[in-house]
């Protein structure tokens, strides 16, 4: 059984692989580190199909160590010490190479087991990650590693390793594979920056063209239907989740309802509405805010409307928010306002409430006030009357600010008239 294509046709050389142009062309730093052959513990992160494993690979065939590699979906700690039982051996002279394919899934114990022999040398670590190594690998591991974030393909850069997987089939078929511009372009840009999946469109292509004594078409009628949901990239529990919801966050933020829209459909697509609705209603209060304080009850409801009607009908509300809030006017008041209070409970010391403001309604003897001294506003003009209620060492700090829109300016106008009336 011959291998899977993808395999068959992996660069062998740097010059071959596509893309990774800021960390691999001539004179980028992970190619000066390949080429001095002096190899640290790496971390190449990034998601699937961009090359990780291929430069991981290169690496481990051109260096003068023991390589022994492991994926960290079976990995275990008894795989581990088979690995470190052989340093000093014959053969691990020039130390041993451990290439680690998926680091993430391996937990921190197995992780840890591995510090001494990676700190000391005897062991250099490459491991890939499709998440973010920050969160996802053993903080010590990370600091004894260089991490190198690997991007996706750009279209045009997925061109050359398409045509090469239709030379290389056409060679093992003893087959013409007659693909035009088109075709090629059309894998391209439907496959999210993804050189397996485009590898990948491009055999199946081949499988499903019209075939001839000499050659084989690739038709486009056949490649629509294999690229139509292709460049659907989207892992529910990784990077391009959270991606994706940065992504609305900001572009809502941004008032771009058009951008907005288009994540929230991507979202949408993959049936993750739940994160969505969540990150929906925080925008109504951390964005929106006071400038239009009606938009998280109008949000409120629009979510609870999705999440009861289910999908595809949860659209329809859905949408109506989105468009809402990023049509709306802007204020970060609130959220600001919160924030600066927090920060004044981290940096000061314990703060005394103001007496008067204190649940107490009896004075021990020797106290130096008598009596709770409490103003009740209600019995003052415009109900309200000047009292200390912030702790005595804050007393002056100013938390919120009015923010330049039309709710918060009628706001601080009706402040300053109860402030001139005292």
Do not use: W
């Amino acid at each position: 059984m011959s291998a899977p294509l993808a395999d068959r046709i992996r660069p062998k050389t740097l010059d071959d692989v596509v893309g990774q142009e800021h960390i691999l062309a001539k004179g980028k730093p992970l190619r000066r580190i390949i080429e001095s052959g002096n190899v640290p513990n790496m971390i190449f992160y990034g998601s699937s199909g961009v090359g990780k494993t291929t430069v991981a690979r290169i690496i481990a065939e051109n260096c003068n160590m023991s390589l022994h590699k492991l994926n960290g979906t079976n990995a275990s700690i008894s795989d581990i010490k088979d690995i470190v039982s052989q340093i000093g051996s014959f053969g691990t002279e020039n130390g041993i190479l451990l290439y680690l394919d998926e680091i993430q899934y391996l937990n921190k114990k197995q992780q840890q087991s591995l510090l001494e022999y990676i700190e000391n040398g005897d062991i250099t670590l490459i491991a890939s990650t499709t998440e973010n190594p920050y969160f996802a690998v053993y903080n010590a591991v990370i600091s004894r590693s260089t991490v190198f974030e690997f991007r996706p393909v750009s279209a045009e850069g997925l061109i050359p390793a398409i045509r090469r997987a239709f030379r290389i089939m056409g060679g093992d078929m003893n087959k013409n594979i007659i693909a035009d511009d088109d075709i090629i372009k059309t894998i391209a840009y439907n496959c999210g920056g993804d050189v397996r999946k485009a590898v990948n469109t491009a055999e199946l292509a081949v499988m499903c063209g019209d075939i001839s004594e000499d050659n084989i078409t690739v038709t486009a009628d056949s490649l629509s239907i294999l690229a139509q949901r292709s460049n659907m990239r989207y892992d529910r529990d990784g990077d391009m989740h959270y991606d994706i919801l940065s992504a609305f966050h900001k572009s809502v933020r941004g008032s771009d309802e058009n951008a907005a829209l288009h994540y929230a459909a991507r979202l949408i697509e993959a049936g993750d509405i739940l994160p969505l609705c969540r990150r929906l209603l925080c925008i109504a209060s951390e964005d929106v805010g006071l400038a239009y304080p009606q938009a998280i009850v109008i949000t409120k409801a629009c979510v609870d409307s999705a999440l009861q009607l289910g999908l595809p009908e949860a659209k329809l509300p859905i949408a109506e928010a989105v468009v809402l809030l990023a049509t709306a006017p802007k204020s970060n008041s609130a959220y600001m306002a919160m924030n600066n209070a927090i920060e004044d409970l981290k940096n000061c010391d314990r703060l005394e409430f103001p007496r008067h403001l204190q649940n107490k309604h009896f004075d021990g003897q020797g106290a130096e006030t008598v009596g709770q001294n409490y103003l009740y506003p209600h019995n003052y003009k415009n109900n309200y009357v000047r009292q200390q209620y912030l702790p005595d060492a804050i007393k002056d700090h100013v938390y919120y600010k009015f923010g330049n829109n039309k709710q918060e300016q009628a706001a601080l106008q009706y402040r300053m008239k109860i402030l001139k009336d005292l």
